[in-house]
């Protein structure tokens, strides 16, 4: 059954992958637009988030590397989550262009993520070689998310009582 999970997070980030190799220039344009990579750096960031994305839907599509692409994934998705706080912070913008043309899916971030992040526990829960304890591992991995979420709500209350 948790094939069907690990099959659905490969076309998620099959999804992020595609709108950054068709126009490279693009995703590069919008890691610069995060401010927190040194300007050389950019197109190497753009680079190595092309290869994690490639590595992930890989990874989830052919059920290779089970440790592996979960502490991966959530670190990646960690990072991202937290560009993404910053972003919102300082720039007052809550929306991204990760996933290019697919609208729905840029329009709330934070909250994509932290879904992202819970799906991949979920999917690492159902593995088999998982022992009956390893879901204590993932409490501090929900408790982050669930403070980034707190964090996002707050953000957009504050922003809302300035307006």
Same mark, same amino acid.
């Given at each position: 059954? %948790?094939?069907?999970? !690990? $099959?659905?997070?490969?076309m998620?980030?099959?999804?992020?992958?595609?709108?950054?190799?068709?126009?490279?220039? !693009? &995703?590069?344009?919008?890691?610069? #637009?995060?401010?927190?990579?040194p300007y050389?750096?950019?197109?190497?960031?753009?680079y190595?988030?092309? /290869?994690t994305?490639?590595?992930l839907f &890989?990874? %989830?599509?052919t059920? *290779?590397?089970?440790n592996?692409?979960? $502490?991966?994934?959530i #670190?990646?998705?960690?990072?991202?989550?937290l560009? +993404?706080?910053?972003?919102?912070?300082?720039?007052?913008?809550?929306?991204c262009? =990760? &996933?290019?043309e697919?609208?729905?899916?840029?329009k709330?971030?934070?909250?994509?993520?932290?879904?992202i992040?819970?799906?991949i =526990?979920?999917?690492?829960m159902?593995v088999?070689?998982?022992? +009956?304890?390893?879901? *204590?591992y993932?409490?501090?991995? /929900?408790l982050i998310?669930?403070?980034? %979420?707190d964090? #996002?709500?707050?953000m957009? #209350?504050?922003?809302?009582?300035?307006?």
């Amino acid at each position: 059954m %948790y094939w069907v999970l !690990d $099959i659905f997070l490969s076309m998620i980030f099959l999804l992020a992958l595609y709108p950054k190799v068709i126009n490279i220039t !693009d &995703f590069v344009y919008e890691i610069k #637009g995060y401010k927190v990579i040194p300007y050389k750096f950019e197109r190497l960031a753009a680079y190595f988030a092309i /290869l994690t994305e490639f590595y992930l839907f &890989f990874a %989830y599509l052919t059920k *290779i590397t089970i440790n592996a692409r979960f $502490i991966i994934a959530i #670190g990646f998705l960690l990072i991202l989550t937290l560009m +993404q706080i910053k972003r919102r912070i300082v720039e007052k913008q809550n929306k991204c262009n =990760c &996933f290019g043309e697919f609208s729905l899916l840029n329009k709330y971030p934070l909250t994509r993520n932290i879904a992202i992040l819970f799906l991949i =526990c979920l999917s690492r829960m159902f593995v088999e070689t998982v022992n +009956q304890f390893d879901w *204590i591992y993932y409490i501090p991995i /929900l408790l982050i998310a669930l403070l980034l %979420y707190d964090l #996002g709500v707050l953000m957009k #209350g504050v922003r809302s009582a300035s307006s």
